[in-house]
């Protein structure tokens, strides 16, 4: 990896290392240090950052829901088995592969040639193991200092909004910002922060302009910077919608035509659920059920064959996410 790939790294998590060779290594696969056995893979960085980001995470939610008496007894806003789902759904694969993809973060991984051929780098476990790898490789090169763990995790996670928002996109400015970045110039807008008395300073660059937001947290003040960014942008008509991603949309179409938006990371992969049944007349008829995790509806049809059950609820989602969208 280059010096400049790195900075570019160290930039969207928030942190510079004193030893870049940690960073670099939490981007080599295995199958590379197979063929480079010069080259430590990121393997045991990955099992670091997995409990550190449990550590992180839940210092974080306790931080949210919990707090003192004057008794000196600690008190939660909510259930052990609440947290717990919370948790799952903050540290779960989809969620961190989705993060590193949204940074761009796979396309910097260093693999062997079977991966390569292979195109695991747009494997979902693959971009896990990797935003747990930059972890582990930030939880040795600070010395396990939890308070910058917490910060890192928070800022690549976006654990901020999702905990105010209840998991759904909205007003996520980082995202939108991130995405329309990412598909203006290929690669996440570069944010630089500064603490100054009590507070951050975040700046960003967009299309020749500075921006910049303060916060009590980096997270705070990124999401601040971003919503300028989204305001200046969605005043001069340069926000894609989904609308702008595909053609008019269609029943033929409607399974691929999710599935694109979903790969442009406007949701997750739809989710779908099939019922085989039989009418009065002994005929088989299927019922598909669409779903789609950042959307509490889903959409059931049915049809007499099972492809055509599956291409009505995908319209059906289809519509419902692309009016969302404008509103």
Not at 209 to 228: L, V
Request: aromatic share 12%; proline share 2%; net charge negative.
């Amino acid at each position: 990896m280059t010096k400049k790939e790195l900075r570019e790294i160290e930039k969207q998590i928030g942190y510079q290392f004193d030893n870049k060779m940690l960073l670099q290594q939490a981007f080599i696969r295995k199958s590379y240090s197979q063929e480079h056995p010069e080259s430590e893979d990121n393997e045991v960085l990955e099992f670091i950052g997995d409990k550190a980001l449990d550590i992180a995470v839940m210092k974080t939610l306790i931080e949210y829901y919990g707090e003192f008496t004057e008794e000196e007894e600690f008190i939660s806003k909510r259930t052990e088995g609440k947290l717990t789902e919370i948790k799952k759904r903050l540290v779960k694969s989809k969620m961190l592969a989705s993060r590193t993809e949204l940074f761009g973060f796979q396309k910097y991984l260093i693999m062997g040639n079977g991966d390569i051929k292979q195109n695991v780098a747009e494997d979902t476990h693959v971009k896990e193991d990797l935003f747990e790898a930059i972890v582990g490789a930030v939880t040795l090169d600070c010395n396990w200092d939890l308070e910058i763990i917490q910060e890192v995790v928070g800022l690549m996670l976006d654990i901020d909004h999702y905990i105010q928002n209840s998991f759904t996109e909205d007003n996520n400015y980082v995202a939108l910002v991130q995405q329309w970045h990412q598909k203006e110039f290929g690669k996440a807008p570069n944010y630089r922060f500064k603490f100054t008395w009590d507070y951050y300073h975040c700046t960003v660059n967009v299309d020749g302009y500075k921006f910049s937001g303060d916060g009590m947290t980096k997270n705070e003040a990124r999401m601040e910077a971003a919503k300028q960014v989204y305001r200046y942008l969605e005043d001069s008509g340069r926000m894609y919608s989904m609308a702008d991603e595909i053609d008019e949309p269609s029943l033929d179409n409607a399974i691929n035509q999710l599935q694109e938006l979903a790969q442009k990371e406007y949701f997750s992969m739809p989710e779908y659920l099939f019922e085989e049944q039989l009418d009065v007349h002994n005929n088989t008829f299927w019922t598909c059920t669409c779903s789609i995790e950042e959307y509490d509806i889903c959409f059931r049809e049915t049809a007499p064959l099972k492809k055509e059950a599956k291409k009505a609820s995908a319209y059906s989602m289809l519509l419902y996410v692309l009016e969302q969208d404008e509103k």
